[in-house]
């Protein structure tokens, strides 16, 4: 077991990471306030690991609120179950919320938690990979409009985040891999060592190897917590950890939630924002390849949906949350493992970059 | 045009006092940091002040958001009206909020300024007695869930507070009295010396005499930026702030939103709280007797519903986020301006209280 520490003042919490930790409440106890929980979890996750995770949790009245499974219903009327749940039973100020799941399940306990009665604690118990390694940390919460993702929420930090990476054995390869790409995105915006890491590892990782997960989670939290703590309301360096986010948020929009995992999304935005900064004459061509070929490998998607123009991208993106006075900021890479944040490229360039043939770079590889 | 601060660090901001100081937009300048603003207001505010305070706004690009009036539209619903204009105009994260009404025009865009983008600025520009003195100083902000008030939102401090005490020449006298609710509570709590005042000068306040709404407005709003600044999360002595309270939302709870006015419910809250302290020997007959007389002079209702049951009144009051591990915390008086938060009271006192004869104690004043 290790444990990192997000380093917030007040609000700092630890990031508590090993193998089959779910059953140990003990792990949790210190970060309950009060006699009551409520664990929120979804469909799928609700019959794989909720039983054991209440069975951790004696002496507490505790209560579980089960929501559907999927970006979909990452909307308020699924918040408002959470909402209905605690009223009902009657939990007050002193409750603790613990979110048992994937990133959609974590951003909206966390935002319910952050609204409920103004605010009560809550835990994060991320069991997929992107959710361990990304949206867990950091406190980040919300939910979707049908205008925008992630539109309406809260920055609203954690009392703890305890990551099992056991669970990651029930997890389907399509949702590894989604998380896979973020791991990916720590070392392209800020650990080069690591991208040379994950080439080696990459298979280990997919094979879901205890040690290699471990490893790429511990790695992958470090360099959020880094990040989180010198900018925790993303004025300036935690925008960042948004590469090819932009452009992934606008795929994700076009083709309805859940169609695109989150993961996939970023991964063709990832490619797209490898060519940008190609273009602007930061990465070579063969940088470029490395990129896509390592996505590849972590078996993601790299080629944006054809049925996507230019135009489509543009008015997706122009309601993204980085627009700042009209201007859209793009996170770029100035190298491997470094990236910046810019506003300052020809439009020009940006509708290029929208219209590159991503299929035939991909050919050459 | 007198100025107090509320001291929260770096969260402090103006209170700015006045007659006619809507039309004056270089008041609000330099608390817009962007250029996009979004005037968040009612059905029945809109045609009074909206023109006047776009016309104020000169060089920004503002955009009006007109919500129906009244408590019963404090809902998710509604709420979602504010997102839905910010987004189809393209409001981004410096776009700042300014709410333009009463109580529910400043609880809900307050909380939409919280969750839009997890978070923009803010600016209340109250326009009731009761927001004025109350509402829109502190940060609490939230909207109604049907099982109880309130019991979603956020604390969130607002840039600045405009109050600009001309707007309540066309409040309508029912609710200038709602708003004297919360104006005699401040006396109650802290300030002996302003129950005084108020005794000598509740004529001339429902006369709207300038002079006599900005010193009572002052007052208040002095009384609760110091009680804020001391404790912003209510962990303690704000609690006091909630004198009337714990009643007050029991009787519109169950009455449903909008038949009692806020400020009426908790006038008839303030007496049963009264009545509460003199059973356990805090008040005298006579200095209960007071509190009821000035309540009825500032033209409020004293005599909670007759249909209201002291089971009803339990049932509602056990969800009050003054609930805490199952006590039930109530704010009551020591002395005529002075509170105390206290759960140690016998339950047969409460019951007694909750069964009182109120039109009997009146009948006798």
Redesign the interface.
């Known amino acids: 077991m290790r444990t990192l520490q997000v380093d917030l003042g007040e609000r700092s919490y630890p990031i508590i990471i090993g193998s089959h930790l779910l059953g140990q409440g003990d792990l949790l106890r210190p970060y309950i306030a ?3 929980v409520a664990i929120v979890t979804n469909s799928t996750v609700a019959p794989l690991y909720l039983e054991r995770l209440q069975q951790a949790l004696g002496g507490y009245a505790v209560i579980s609120i089960v929501l559907p499974d999927g970006e979909a219903f990452k909307d ?1 009327q699924h918040l ?1 179950l959470i ?2 749940g605690l ?2 039973a ?1 939990h ?3 409750t603790t919320l613990i979110a048992l799941g994937g990133g959609v399940v974590g951003d909206m306990t966390g935002f319910a938690a ?6 009560v604690d809550f835990i994060q118990v991320p069991t997929t990979l992107l959710s361990q390694v990304d949206s867990s940390v950091g406190g ?3 939910i979707n ?1 049908p ?2 993702k ?6 609203y930090q954690p009392k703890a985040v305890l990551i099992d990476a056991a669970t990651l054995q029930t997890l389907p390869a399509r949702e590894l891999s989604a998380g896979l790409a973020e791991v990916i995105k720590y070392g392209l915006i800020c650990d080069a060592p690591f991208l040379d890491w994950l080439e080696q590892n990459i298979v280990a990782l997919r094979e879901l190897q205890p040690a290699a997960l471990i490893e790429a989670i511990e790695r992958s939290c470090a360099a959020k917590a880094r990040v989180v703590a010198a900018d925790e ?1 993303e004025s300036g360096l935690r925008a960042t950890l948004n590469l090819g986010h932009t452009f992934g948020h606008a795929i994700e929009t076009h083709m309805g939630y859940g169609k695109w995992l989150h993961g996939e999304a970023v991964a063709a935005g990832t490619l797209m924002a490898a060519q940008m900064s190609h273009r602007l004459g930061w990465l070579t061509a063969s940088e470029r390849d490395c990129v896509a070929r390592l996505l590849i490998a972590a078996g993601l998607p790299v080629v944006p949906p054809a049925e996507m123009t230019a135009e489509d991208f543009l008015q997706h993106m ?2 993204d ?1 980085k ?4 201007q859209l900021r793009l996170v770029l890479l100035k190298a491997m493992g470094e990236a910046c944040v810019t506003a300052d490229y020809p439009a020009s360039l940006l509708q290029d970059v929208l219209l590159t043939d991503y299929a035939a770079i991909v050919a050459q590889l």
């Open positions: 009060g006699r009551q308020w408002q909402f209905d009223l009902q009657r007050d100020r002193r952050a609204c409920y009665q103004r605010g980040k919460t919300g409009h205008l925008g992630n539109m309406v929420g809260a920055f309301r122009a309601v949350k627009v700042l006075d009209g």
